[in-house]
């Protein structure tokens, strides 16, 4: 009703359609457009936007050398190699094995198996390495990065002889050389270690050979004596053994 | 006149897809042992441990299950090398008990391509057994227990 009021000129309004058309469940059609009619298409053939083209010649080397120049570094790798370093400050022993083609399952496996014993398998790239390591003293490891490679560390070094055990049985992990208590250790050395006694064996061998001047010279002082008293212990029961055998006999008859 | 065609019509995939190639046509049916021996801190010793990943592949290995690739990582900078011990058959045409390849000037993809040459040619041929059994024939293979089966 108050639509239908005329309250200003005429033509001036604005009027919403008495009626307005809902759609209801039914499809739109945009796959299969009509053709518009000749004026409008000519309305939106003038309309249509024309985009300045950017000049060949002056790109035409920007994209090498966007291509060829340095790449930008991404900081994440900052704070692994934070980690690699950390890892290697606070590790004891660090071994580090060639690997070889291995499927996920057996390398979860042997992760497993060391994680039991406190061993830490881990990976990182080269380059997170190189940043990690060069200017420590641990410069000296990265040669043995240069292929497919896993590091195993562990704040304790008597783990060797486990770690040696549970990788004996892995053929893909090839041991290479490692790290115990900051010095850097070859194969064979790190094998040599891990046949090394503890600390206190190592201990009681060190006392062993200490004492072993004086105790020769002890000896040396006492065999005579020593010698005297076996043969007369010997004598003193064959003399025993006879006046036994005697007194039996003097019995018997 | 115009100059005629040349260069290539399709582009190299570069160094990888070279690798796989060569990699598609590795036998070792020839070998019966392979050891490779190099000392971790020398400086070109990255294409023998390379190598020595690609051997170690499912698909090389599947070439010859019995051929055991071994390591021997030795400490006194001794240049890098790998020894193919050769089948007795592969030794009577070769001529040499094994093959040894000095690794530390090669890279990965020359160590390759002369593995095939020297050691992939040296494998025995297979021998085909694409025997088709026809339908009599399997009757008789399996023919008897169908019908004692059946007699039950």
Redesign the interface.
Known sequence: MANLMQRSLPLTTTRTPVLQFLRFRGKINIQRPKEPHYERARVVAVTQPKYPELPKARSCFQTRAERTKEQLENPYNEIIAREVRNWLNHSQLVAIF????ITADEIFRVRVQLHKQNLHLKSYGRKIIDQAVTGTPYE?IM??F???HCIVFSPNQQQIGALLKITRRVP?M????GIVEKTLL????LMAYAQMPNLQGAQAQLVQTLNLAAGQLVQHLQTHQANLVQVLDVHAKGNGDTNTNTTETADES | MSVPFSGTLRRSGGIVSAIGKQLKSINLKGVKRITVQFDPFAENVKSTREFFFLLSTPKVIQTNPKCVVKSDIVCDRQAASIKFALIDSAQEQAKVKEIRFNSGNLNTLELLELCNKHVSSLAPPEEVTNKVLTKAEKQKLGGGSKKALKKK
């Open positions: 060639h690997l070889n083609s000296a040669p043995l240069h292929s497919n893909q090839v041991l290479l050389g070859s194969r064979n050395e």
